[in-house]
């Protein structure tokens, strides 16, 4: 038997997991939490070198509970968020701090494009209409607030390439990381239209090579093969940014196939065989391997990520007591949320915590999450329980907007662990959802593309066929879909509603925001 060992560098966690390469079976894994900094409001950084050394903790664990030696492996893939900023200076070294997707900072520069309407002319190049934690932002923002740190950039990729720099010496990056830069998603190419645009041309000289998504990059350094426990030589591929590597890693790869992630963010994928533009201003597309496209509707203001939220606020001690293993205090959850009536006495719940806001079915990077029809009956299982259904509801939102071409879904990510939530999610869009045998989907794609690449099966489709597999189809329940369908149009009316107050709150912060840089 041969092994290929995928690695999913998360916003909140790093998950290393050992894979049959004939089969996908799971044969260890090992997982170690993300370390992010604050260090102000609405920044989301990380120390690379720590980063690193976490992701390779997290190799050498998998492959020690797999009972396996690096001789055993065959090659390695990495998945990483995409977006934020992961730069080297000219010495080859970390160019600060690296700058996650989650980021803020840049909002206001974003809240401009939308404003002058030059993010009409970015998305009409792109497909992508741009959150503040994407490069493009982020290097505008730096140039205009933080120019010798702007200066000290010698060559820009992302969370994974790092990764990848660590354990082969090559900085580059693949096709699906740079679409969300973004790109020109019709040329598959960094587009200098949008680096004028976005008053940053000299970054076009700070790009890495570009290689096809699956290809090798180099091997394991000696260096990185006494960190991680691989050998020295083992196969490196380029991975896939997350939003690409989970669809693989679920089998979406023929057009009309879609899988949803219930990750940090919450994530509608449809694989296509064209760039989908429509609707118009919103989403993300993204390029996936083989010429194909991917078109994401993504609630980027939080998945599992509303669920802490929840959880902080209305159970922080029980929460706290569970301690690290929270298997039983998750179930207890679980059970209290599937006691609760459908729709939780009225209240209904916008799931955009994060501070992108929401990325479709509309763009509007200043709506914030609400609770409505929140009262003294109100407790924590209440809450999980709607924000459960508010998530569910944004994804009827999502697939709505790409009208009649979505065929299959599956379902997949942290979240699909809980049975409640991936029943309520059956039951808002009212039809059957895959259920995906590996949990983790991210590092089971870039596992699949290491296999081809390292000859363990002829093509990415032969590779999914043999390596990805559903464990059960989950049914929407016909009462429950009846209650979701009549409350969906309240859902939608909410969201409108809050459209104009969500924008007058952003005045007035940014207002208070330059009263206090005011000497």
């Not at 290393?16 to 604050?38: E, I, P, W």
């Not at 394991?220 to 093969?225: C, G, I, S």
């Not at 999450?369 to 994804?395: K, N, P, Q, Y």
Request: net charge negative; with cysteine.
């Amino acid at each position: 038997m041969t092994f290929i060992v995928g690695v999913d560098k998360g916003t909140t966690a790093t998950k290393a997991v050992v894979f049959d390469a004939a089969t996908g079976k799971v044969a260890g894994s090992a997982n170690r939490a993300t370390h992010a900094l604050h260090p102000r409001s609405g920044w989301h950084e990380e120390d690379m070198e720590v980063t690193f050394s976490r992701v390779a903790e997290c190799i050498r664990a998998a492959i020690s509970n797999a009972g396996l030696t690096g001789d055993d492996v065959s090659g390695v893939g990495v998945s990483g968020h995409m977006g934020g900023l992961w730069a080297l200076n000219a010495d080859r070294k970390p160019a600060g701090q690296a700058i996650a997707w989650p980021d803020s900072r840049a909002a206001e520069i974003v809240a401009g494009w939308t404003r002058d309407g030059r993010m009409k002319e970015i998305y009409e190049i792109s497909g992508n209409a741009p959150i503040p934690g994407v490069p493009l932002a982020l290097l505008a923002w730096l140039k205009a607030n933080a120019p010798e740190q702007f200066a000290s950039l010698h060559r820009i990729a992302f969370a994974k390439d790092y990764i990848n720099y660590r354990l082969t010496g090559r900085f580059v990056t693949d096709e699906s990381d740079i679409s969300f830069f973004p790109c020109d998603i019709r040329e598959r190419s960094f587009s200098r239209r949008l680096f004028d645009i976005a008053g940053i041309p000299e970054v076009a000289a700070k790009l890495p090579e570009v290689l096809a998504t699956g290809s090798l990059v180099g091997e394991v350094t000696p260096e990185a093969a006494e960190l991680t426990g691989l050998k020295a030589g083992t196969p490196v591929v380029t991975g896939a940014g997350d939003a690409v590597s989970a669809a693989l890693g679920a089998g979406a790869v023929a057009p009309g196939q879609a899988v949803t992630v219930i990750g940090t963010s919450f994530m509608n994928n449809l694989t296509t065989d064209r760039p989908i533009f429509e609707p118009a201003g919103v989403g993300f597309l993204f390029l996936m391997p083989d010429g194909a496209w991917q078109k994401l509707m993504a609630n980027t203001g939080g998945g599992s990520l509303c669920l802490d939220w929840a959880l902080r606020a209305f159970d922080n001690d029980r929460l706290m007591a569970a301690g690290e293993d929270r298997a039983d205090y998750f179930a207890t959850i679980e059970s209290e949320a599937n006691a609760v009536p459908p729709l939780c006495n009225g209240v209904f719940s916008h799931p955009y915590f994060n501070t992108s806001g929401m990325s479709a079915p509309r763009f509007i990077p200043e709506a914030r999450a609400s609770i409505f029809g929140f009262d003294t009956a109100t407790g924590s299982a209440e809450m999980v329980r709607s924000v459960m259904e508010g998530v569910a509801l944004s994804m009827v939102d999502c697939y709505s907007a790409l009208g009649g071409s979505v065929g299959e879904i599956r379902l997949t990510g942290g979240g699909a662990r809980s049975p409640l939530w991936r029943k309520i999610c059956a039951a808002a869009m009212n039809r059957p959802l895959g259920l995906l045998e590996a949990e983790e989907t991210g590092a089971l794609g870039v596992a699949v593309l290491a296999a081809v690449a390292t000859g363990q099966h002829p093509d990415l489709a032969a590779a999914t066929q043999a390596m990805v597999r559903l464990s059960d189809i989950v049914e929407p329940a016909p009462e429950l879909a009846a209650i979701y369908a009549e409350a969906y149009p309240l859902f939608c009316d909410l969201g409108r509603d809050l459209e104009p107050l969500w924008r007058k709150r952003a005045d007035i912060l940014a207002k208070q925001g330059q009263r206090q840089e005011k000497p």
